[in-house]
């Protein structure tokens, strides 16, 4: 079984478990966080509500945080902020 190379997302490296079904973990040296997601999306999120900034490579948002909806009100970012629309 190869093992995975380690992702980046924001600086942060996200570990790929060699096993199938085991949890992906984060870790953040500069705060002494960590994290475990089950998928390697999940563990963006979870890095993105860490960081507390929204992602300057989402897709949704374009780094800005929030949608957009007819020029009528801002609602956060559902990728990098789904904590505020629950």
């Given at each position: 079984?190869?093992?995975h190379?380690?992702l980046?997302?924001?600086?942060?490296?996200?570990?790929r478990?060699?096993v199938?079904?085991a949890?992906?973990?984060?870790?953040?040296?500069?705060?002494?966080?960590?994290?475990?997601?089950?998928?390697?999306?999940?563990?963006?999120?979870?890095?993105?509500?860490?960081?507390?900034?929204?992602?300057?490579d989402?897709?949704?948002c374009?780094?800005?945080g929030?949608?957009?909806?007819?020029w009528?009100?801002?609602i956060?970012?559902p990728?990098?902020?789904p904590?505020e629309?629950a």
């Open positions: 079984m190869q093992a190379k380690p980046t997302h924001r600086g942060i490296e996200i570990v478990p060699d199938p079904g949890p992906v973990t984060w870790t953040h040296d500069e705060s002494n966080a960590r994290g475990t997601a089950e998928t390697v999306e999940a563990a963006r999120v979870q890095i993105n509500i860490h960081l507390g900034t929204p992602d300057p989402c897709s949704s374009n780094g800005t929030k949608e957009d909806f007819a009528l009100a801002y956060p970012c990728l990098c902020f904590e629309l």
